[in-house]
């Protein structure tokens, strides 16, 4: 496989997975270009490569700086803007993991906890109370381990995932 093939199979793999991420294929692909690219780059090349409007290029590109996976690197005699992805995997991985906790995670908390307002007394709102402490106690565990991979160090996980595996 060459590299330009390779290249475009996986921006355009990476935009689809993005889709599960809690984010639009096209700022997938474009997270994905500027992974995959060797210097910074400007939203016209951004353009030009994915076939995007300017629109869209630039909503995507604030977006994923508002995320923390892509920072604006100035280049020296240039007006343009340009953009260079982080590389650093296990921050991306963290990134990433920041915002579906807070998209998702946190506001599942919040309704769980007031949750904590139906009162049993009944067979079934006994059982609905009992479904809500169950589901409170497994999601503050989700996020208990979350915030954990998030304060982390990239190599807690390694050391972690050797140790289940021995």
Same mark, same amino acid.
């Given at each position: 496989?060459?590299?330009?093939?390779? !290249? %475009? %199979?996986?921006?355009?793999?990476?935009?689809?997975?993005?889709?599960?991420?809690?984010?639009?294929?096209?700022?997938? #692909?474009? @997270?994905?270009?500027?992974?995959?690219?060797?210097?910074?780059?400007?939203? =016209?090349? /951004?353009?030009?490569?994915? #076939?995007?409007? &300017?629109?869209?290029?630039?909503?995507?590109? &604030?977006?994923?700086?508002?995320?923390?996976?892509? @920072?604006?690197?100035? /280049?020296?005699? $240039? !007006?343009?803007?340009?953009?260079?992805?982080?590389? =650093?995997?296990?921050?991306?991985?963290?990134?990433?993991?920041? @915002?579906?906790?807070?998209?998702?995670?946190?506001?599942?908390?919040?309704?769980?906890?007031?949750?904590?307002?139906?009162?049993?007394?009944?067979? =079934?709102? =006994? $059982?609905?109370?009992? /479904?809500?402490?169950?589901? !409170?106690?497994?999601?503050?565990?989700?996020?208990?381990?979350?915030?954990?991979?998030?304060?982390? $160090?990239?190599?807690?996980?390694t050391r972690s995932m050797?140790?289940?595996? &021995?």
């Amino acid at each position: 496989m060459q590299l330009s093939e390779g !290249r %475009q %199979q996986f921006i355009e793999e990476w935009g689809k997975l993005s889709v599960n991420w809690g984010v639009n294929k096209t700022m997938g #692909q474009v @997270h994905a270009l500027l992974l995959v690219s060797n210097c910074c780059v400007c939203s =016209d090349t /951004v353009m030009e490569h994915l #076939q995007l409007s &300017r629109g869209s290029v630039n909503t995507n590109l &604030r977006t994923l700086i508002d995320w923390g996976l892509i @920072h604006k690197n100035e /280049v020296e005699g $240039e !007006r343009k803007e340009f953009f260079v992805a982080e590389k =650093d995997i296990w921050k991306v991985f963290k990134q990433i993991i920041k @915002h579906r906790k807070k998209k998702e995670l946190e506001p599942l908390l919040s309704l769980l906890d007031n949750m904590d307002m139906v009162k049993g007394g009944c067979d =079934d709102s =006994d $059982e609905f109370c009992k /479904v809500m402490k169950e589901l !409170r106690i497994f999601t503050k565990k989700a996020d208990s381990s979350l915030n954990s991979i998030i304060e982390s $160090e990239n190599n807690w996980l390694t050391r972690s995932m050797m140790h289940v595996l &021995r």
